[in-house]
């Protein structure tokens, strides 16, 4: 008896213990638990580690345009109710520090490429033309921020997500674990799959070209080689050497697969096209999912359906 | 070393792209610079600038309809345009707001329910960047289009040109012996719209604008007489989109930019050194005429 | 100098209408600036409107070019021939890169239109009308070389081209040397000779007594008409000074009734003939 009231009590000095050393208020909350993330992707994850535990609001919806996005005061409410917030870091967002800071919100966000080896952005040349300075909130720096586009560096991410919804919400730490666990192993077979897609294509063949700088971590990662004209891209100036340069190469190295897009302007890629005699391979998804109904609506998705793309008009079907 | 004429002629007869570009330049050459000479005359050279504002509502009902459409966007803004422009124009011409406030007033009105428009609809996509093309991804279409407004712009230039000048000369004059003082300004203001969207749309704001105003600012320096000027302005316009494309081949520099440099430029040299310039016509005569 | 009687088919002198006004007013805001003006004026009459300050001059010359709609009343003899009108303030811009002859070319505007060509018969009138101002030689000018006489000059060769019967002229020489204005006013006599009807509102009284036949003196509402030497008199400068300038907000509708204002000393306005 002795034993077990001692043990009693140590457990409940101990929960006290843990109450009074835990963040004011976290501990108490119940679920669900609110979490802000900042794009399509990054919702995708996170609820792909919060189940049903975790209420996600993403702000750059399904088919927008992170790198010109304006918040608007909905968003602002959004995160200021949020008692997580989520953000990609790398330069992707710079519009949040002010809207956090409008919106009141106590506390940092979880930068989920933490930890992450980033490289430089791609030809230096994401220039933005002045057009209209106020909304180009986008600075990349010297950083390519896309890191999602490896899959090893996803994984990484799901990490500092589970670490991030267990300094919010401790209760829930073991199904937020738990859940990480289930995902990352999907992710392993993922890039299982994309090197093994990649495996058929001779390396000679595997060159594509794509309106974004934005597959940087995703040639490194899978030896893919990606050209972008300079300065073809999402609101920058072209310059007619560089497109010029491209025209070139692609007869050169015999090119076939020319990608535009999804939220770039595509008339530069189709002069380049019939310059060249490639006829465009559709789009592949860079930095934004699809809605429920289209064909990259999850990450696994997207990137299934990138790598299937690409390796179909890399091999000239 | 590249020789000369390969320097010149070579990028031309290797890309296609690039001749394109060449082809489109000489048509907003021909179609801009004569209208940006007229626009200088009528002290309406800001109106570039706020026309590309103006056309956002309508840019942004077409895409609401139409979603990215660019056939629906550039009418759309060809509408909004010749609204903003002839209901300016209007109200100026019969209230006693003036041309400038009256024009400022509209395209705040515009560009606010353009903004409010895109805004409801919840998509961050910048519009306005969609709408705005480049000189280097001419198609067919789009050349199509260019060639087309330079037809109506020379045609309709050749027949109001007249009581366009008389407008600006003396108003109160053409309208005791015309009514076709007012047909002739509502007609420039469209001529205004279609050339500017056209050129946004195949070209970019900064060059669209850039070649209508900077040729007719630097022809003033070099000649006096209206149908002078129009000759400069072209001209200029025309040695200055060749020199553009060049450097902007050769040096790797986006080329709209360079383009309206090169423009700028002119003008500057030609204020200068040109025959009216400012050396010009400060420097001393060592001898002057008996009589 | 050449003679601009037989020049034209046009001229006044192949349409003789009479300038008829019949209890005109004019005004703005239901104010009237012409009150009741009763007027014959037969063709080739040259006639000086006299008065104080908004008297109503230049508002009665925006209603005889249909300007201005009249409040009531009416005006004939118009119909056929539009006026050509000198304006007090002009809106021609001198800086505007045209040369002396294409301004002056601008008269011809009925003829030639928005499209027409210049045919060798308009550019032997023009050369003319520059001459009959004493602009030989300026063509080729710029505009904007011009001086202030010269400008008016021009705009007198310009009104020349317009061939029109009636000629409508605002304080003409306000601010013009004295050459210049003796040469214009010996324009006005030739003009008359030729047969058109010169109205003109002036200032300069001596002008008036020396060089115009028929005078209107105009408080707004008619204070004399005819002969100058009878009209141009002591008594009647004071009644029309006697006018009060600025519209009376607190006025009523008026009831005069027609053909009130003929109580005139001199002629009766019906008996007028062209002097």
Redesign the interface.
């Known amino acids: 008896m002795n034993l077990h009231r001692r043990l009693h009590t140590l457990a409940a000095i101990a929960s006290l213990g843990a109450l009074a050393f835990s963040p004011p208020g976290h501990a108490q909350i119940t679920p669900p638990v609110k979490a802000v993330a900042s794009f399509s992707i990054l919702g995708d994850l996170v609820r792909q580690v919060g189940g049903e535990r975790v209420e996600v609001d993403t702000l750059v919806g399904p088919g927008a345009d992170a790198h010109v996005f304006q918040p608007a005061p909905s968003h602002a409410r959004k995160v200021g109710q949020a008692q997580v917030v989520f953000a990609n870091g790398l330069g992707f967002e710079g519009w949040m520090q002010r809207l956090l800071e409008t919106a009141g919100f106590k506390g940092k966000p979880v930068v989920v490429s933490e930890g992450i080896k980033p490289l430089r952005a791609e030809g230096d040349k994401h220039h933005h033309s002045g057009k209209n300075p106020a909304r180009s909130e986008h600075h990349h720096g010297d950083t390519d921020p896309h890191a999602w586009q490896a899959v090893p560096n996803v994984i990484t991410y799901i990490g500092n997500i589970s670490k991030g919804l267990c300094a919010a919400d401790a209760a829930g730490c073991d199904l937020y674990r738990k859940n990480a666990a289930a995902y990352t192993t999907q992710l392993q077979a993922l890039d299982a799959e994309i090197k093994a897609a990649w495996a058929v294509v001779p390396p000679a063949q595997r060159k594509l070209i794509t309106s974004h700088d934005a597959f940087g971590y995703y040639a490194k990662a899978y030896g893919v080689m990606f050209l972008a004209a300079q300065g073809v891209s999402t609101d920058s100036e072209a310059s007619a050497k560089g497109v010029a340069q491209l025209v070139r190469q692609i007869k050169k190295e015999q090119i076939k697969a020319l990608f535009v897009e999804s939220v770039a302007d595509p008339r530069l890629i189709e002069q380049i096209g019939r310059e060249t005699g490639i006829k465009p391979a559709g789009a592949l998804y860079s930095d934004a999912l699809t809605d429920a109904s289209g064909p990259a609506s999850t990450y696994l998705a997207m990137m299934r359906a990138n790598t299937q793309a690409m390796t179909r008009a890399v091999q000239g079907k | 070393m590249i020789a000369p004429d390969t320097a010149v002629l070579g990028p031309f007869i290797e890309f296609g792209f690039m001749r394109s570009a060449l082809f489109g330049c000489v048509a907003l050459s021909l179609s801009a610079a004569p209208v940006g000479v007229f626009l200088m005359?009528r002290r309406m050279s800001l109106m570039g600038d706020a026309m590309a504002h103006a056309i956002l509502p309508g840019a942004a009902i077409g895409y609401l309809l139409f979603g990215l459409s660019l056939a629906a966007m550039t009418v759309g803004g060809i509408i909004a345009g010749l609204a903003v422009a002839i209901g300016s124009g209007l109200v100026a011409r019969n209230t006693l707001i003036r041309e400038d406030t009256s024009l400022a007033a509209f395209y705040l009105l515009s560009l606010s329910l353009g903004v409010l428009i895109v805004s409801v609809r919840g998509n961050s996509v910048d519009l306005l960047h969609v709408l705005f093309g480049t000189v280097l991804a001419l198609d067919t279409a789009a050349l199509a289009l260019l060639w087309g407004i330079t037809g109506v712009t020379v045609a309709t230039l050749l027949?109001?040109r007249?009581?366009l000048?008389?407008d600006?000369?003396?108003?109160?004059?053409l309208r005791?012996?015309?009514g076709?003082g007012a047909l002739?300004h509502y007609g420039f203001l469209a001529l205004l719209v279609i050339n500017l969207v056209a050129g946004f749309h195949a070209l970019g704001t900064l060059m669209a604008v850039g070649i209508m105003v900077l040729p007719a600012a630097a022809a003033r320096f070099w000649v006096?007489?209206?149908g002078p000027?129009i000759g400069a302005a072209t001209t200029i316009a025309l040695l200055a989109s060749v020199a553009g494309l060049l450097v902007s081949y050769h040096a790797d520099w986006p080329t709209s930019p360079v383009i309206v440099l090169g423009l700028g430029l002119v003008y500057l040299l030609s204020m200068v050194f040109a025959p009216r310039g400012v050396l010009r016509q400060r420097s001393v005569r060592r001898s002057h005429l008996r009589a | 100098m050449p003679d601009l009687r037989h020049s034209t088919p046009q001229t006044a002198a192949a349409s003789p209408v009479c300038l008829v006004v019949r209890n005109l007013t004019l005004g703005y805001d239901g104010h009237p600036a012409v009150h009741h003006l009763d007027l014959r004026i037969a063709p080739g009459s040259l006639v000086a409107v006299v008065g104080p300050n908004g008297a109503g001059k230049s508002t009665l010359f925006k209603g005889l070019?249909g300007e201005l709609a009249p409040l009531s009343g009416s005006i004939s003899g118009l119909e056929a021939v539009?006026p050509?009108?000198l304006?007090q303030t002009?809106?021609?811009?001198p800086g505007?890169?045209?040369?002396v002859w294409?301004?002056v070319a601008?008269g011809l505007?009925?003829q030639v239109?928005?499209?027409g060509r210049f045919t060798a018969e308009h550019r032997r009138r023009c050369d003319a009308a520059l001459a009959a101002v004493g602009l030989s030689g300026f063509a080729l000018r710029?505009l904007d070389t011009l001086s202030g006489g010269q400008l008016q000059r021009a705009r007198f060769a310009?009104l020349l081209l317009?061939d029109a019967p009636v000629v409508l002229l605002d304080e003409p020489f306000a601010a013009i040397d004295q050459r210049t204005t003796e040469d214009l006013l010996a324009l006005l006599h030739r003009w008359q000779a030729a047969g058109r009807t010169v109205i003109a509102v002036l200032h300069d009284l001596q002008q008036v007594r020396a060089h115009f036949p028929l005078t209107l003196v105009l408080a707004r509402e008619p204070i004399a008409w005819g002969p100058t030497s009878e009209v141009l008199t002591e008594a009647n400068w004071s009644r029309a000074l006697a006018m009060r300038e600025p519209f009376d907000e607190r006025a009523g509708v008026c009831e005069q009734a027609p053909s009130a204002a003929s109580a005139v000393p001199g002629r009766a306005i019906s008996d007028l003939e062209a002097v």
Do not use: K, Y
């Open positions: 005359l027949v109001i007249r009581p000048i008389l600006c000369l003396d108003p109160d004059f005791q012996v015309s076709l002739a006096r007489r209206v000027l | 070019c539009r050509a009108w304006p002009s809106t021609l811009d505007f890169p045209v040369t294409e301004m601008m505007w009925q239109g928005a499209l710029g310009r317009q």
